[in-house]
């Protein structure tokens, strides 16, 4: 078979979803045609697309020792060595040779950097970057994520401040700018930013359902309530999502339902999935019972990983935790959360790791019921996991510190998701139970709602807990000491199509 037959076989694989069948086609085309850069890019991208980072690098390192010119396959092998946790900044700093001006490769190098321990110079290069590029959005979001991460809780977000200066007719600098104060709350910020926005952009409507979501989400419900009226022709889903709190947090669960249901046949779903939860809890809707069933019953699995086993983990992950406060967008609070993907990294430990937490997916899928289309756990397809093809949308690690905990959140780019615990204080120091148990069920506070939690679980060395991850989920402060563990989501399959008759 030709090369070209090859690789266009392969990429209809991989279109399909079964880039497992690509690698095997690949792997034999390299031993027939072992000097085709072709052959050996494509391996890598299979090898990808199935999250063997590592033997991806391998694969496109071969490429590139076979096509050196090639700054696209360059960048590839950069950004798998970064993936795979390897070291990557003098692979960056040979795409950039290849190709000086492309931004995307400044960003990953910069990510290289700041993964390398090298935060400072990865900030003075984006900031050199911006001032010849002020509207580069990516740009921004990159340089103020390290500067938060890194303590800077004031000036983060300062990029944007000299950028919208420099172009004030730029509507996306002014919402980025917004988008990164209000992600951390920052309400009197945030309508700063608006407001000197509103004098560019005067009655432009994301401006107006920016204001909306605003004074929702920080209890200004006079101002809301008119808003809201201001706003009722907007399809917006960020509309329609401060509406749902909103009128939850007001005791009105009908109005939120028709803010909610509107969206549920729109990629929103999994957003509005949770709310719907909360809804039709209030309401005592038996819909709740078919939504939350299986999430009531969050299943443990105790992990066969010894005690030299749980100190290496323990080691490594401790070294992976190099930021000092936790993304601005993340669920934790009084500890940090790492980055990129855990189970894509080459350490033989999370590689053992990644297997096992594979085959307790696997148990876990196998006993779920029949499958219900419209149900965002059970309307899936679940062949391709029951026989060992688990795909991870994130994956990555937890480290609370005293009176640490994680606020009560969902995961909506998982489909199941999860909590292993790898160490955690003993006796005292974490405190009477429930301190640092995870609960199921609970709403966020700021919504004021008078739910219990479904469920409760304790916290153990190498036990990890799988649930649903439209289910609410928040963690209780501990006393004192290190709770670490790892968590993941596992990627959605394809959606079982309901029947002609409907549900």
């Known amino acids: 078979m030709s090369t070209d037959k090859v690789l266009q076989n392969a990429q ?15 792997r034999a085309a390299s031993g027939q045609y072992p000097d085709s850069a072709a052959i050996w890019t494509q391996l890598g991208f299979a090898l990808h697309q199935e999250q063997w980072e590592p033997e991806a690098a391998e694969a496109f390192a071969r490429a590139c020792a076979l096509d050196g010119r090639n700054a696209d396959t360059a960048m590839a092998l950069a950004q798998s ?36 321990r090298q935060r400072d110079k990865a900030i003075g290069l984006l900031q050199d970057a911006l001032k010849q590029q002020p509207g580069w959005l990516a740009g921004h979001k990159s340089i103020a994520s390290l500067r938060f991460t890194g303590g800077d809780a004031t000036h983060f977000t300062d990029s944007f401040k000299d950028a919208c200066a420099r172009q004030p007719d730029n509507l996306a600098l002014w919402l980025e700018w917004f988008r990164s104060l209000a992600q951390v709350r920052d309400w009197i910020g945030s309508r700063r930013v608006l407001e000197a926005a509103e004098k560019r952009f005067e009655g432009h409507p994301q ?10 989400e920080s209890g200004d419900d006079e101002r809301a309530a008119t808003l809201f009226e201001q706003t009722t022709s907007v399809k917006d889903v960020v509309r329609d999502m401060a509406l749902i709190r909103y009128s939850l947090r007001r005791g009105d669960p009908d109005r939120a339902e028709r803010a909610a249901l509107r969206h549920m046949n729109t990629r929103s779903a999994s957003v509005i999935w949770p709310y719907l939860s909360l809804i039709w809890r209030l309401r005592k809707d038996p819909r709740a019972e078919w ?20 100190a290496q983990l323990t080691l490594l992950l401790r070294q992976l935790h190099t930021a000092r406060s936790p993304y601005a967008e993340q669920s934790v609070r009084g500890g940090t959360q790492t980055d990129q993907n855990l189970f894509l990294r080459h350490e033989p430990i999370l590689r053992d790791l990644r297997a096992r937490v594979q085959a307790a997916v696997q ?34 690690s937890v480290r609370l510190k005293s009176q640490g905990y994680n606020v009560s959140h969902t995961h909506p780019v998982g489909w199941i998701s999860s909590a292993l615990y790898i160490s955690l204080p003993e006796g005292e120091r974490m405190g009477q139970p429930p301190a640092g148990w995870l609960q199921f069920g609970t709403p966020p506070p700021e919504l004021e709602l008078d739910l219990p939690a479904y ?46 008759t409907g549900r």
């Open 12 to 26: 209809q694989a991989m279109n399909e979803g079964r880039a497992d069948l690509a690698v095997e086609r690949l």
């Open 81 to 116: 060595r970064f993936l795979a946790g390897l070291p990557s900044t003098a692979s960056f700093e040979r795409v950039l040779q290849l190709a000086p001006h492309d931004l995307n490769v400044l960003r990953g190098y910069t990510s290289a950097l700041a993964a390398e």
């Open 207 to 216: 401006l107006t359902v920016a204001e909306l979501f605003v004074a929702s």
């Open 291 to 310: 939504l939350d069933e299986e999430a009531r019953r969050a299943q443990t699995f105790e992990l066969d990983l010894s005690g030299n086993e749980l």
């Open 363 to 396: 148990t876990y899928v196998s006993r779920l019921p029949e499958p219900v289309a419209g149900h965002p756990l059970l309307g899936v397809h679940r062949q391709e996991v029951l026989r060992g093809r688990v795909h991870f949308s994130g994956s990555w």
């Open 455 to 500: 469920k409760e679980v304790e916290p153990k060395a190498a036990r990890l807990v799988l649930f649903p991850s439209t289910l609410w989920h928040s963690t209780v402060p501990f006393n004192d000491g290190e709770r670490l563990a790892v968590a993941f989501d596992v990627q959605a399959p394809p959606v079982v199509a309901p029947a002609a």
